[in-house]
């Protein structure tokens, strides 16, 4: 069974930086899309950023110059790297590989003023 666990959030002052780390359980080459998506309270969750297997990446205009996406396969990881965090940046985090819609559990990621 494939499993998605991320980790690496927590509280940070506003222009702060964070680094997000999702492990796939098994072989993250079986996901030829990985995304990080977010959650505020009473929000849809929104894609933040996706990759694909070829490393191209794409990025939610509110993150673009601020956030980067990678991928290391051979750690089955994929990571978001947070710079210039603001408080509006405050969600759960997800990660998400397709094909098959796989979700992690999500890590709280929470900027302060």
């Known amino acids: 069974q494939v499993q998605l666990v991320e980790s690496g959030g927590g509280l940070v002052q506003a222009g702060g930086s964070l680094r997000l780390s999702c492990v796939v359980s098994g072989n993250i080459i079986r996901f030829s899309t990985m995304g990080w998506y977010r959650q505020a309270p009473g929000k849809q969750r929104d894609l933040v950023a996706g990759?694909?297997?070829?490393?191209?990446?794409n990025y939610a205009d509110s993150v673009k110059g601020r956030f980067t996406i990678s991928r290391e396969n051979a750690k089955n990881t994929v990571y978001l790297q947070m710079n210039s965090l603001k408080p509006e940046d405050t969600a759960v985090y997800y990660c998400?590989?397709?094909?098959?819609?796989?979700w992690g559990q999500g890590t709280q990621v929470t900027v302060s003023s």
């Open positions: 998400k590989g397709n094909p098959g819609g796989y």
């Open positions: 990759i694909t297997s070829g490393g191209s990446t």
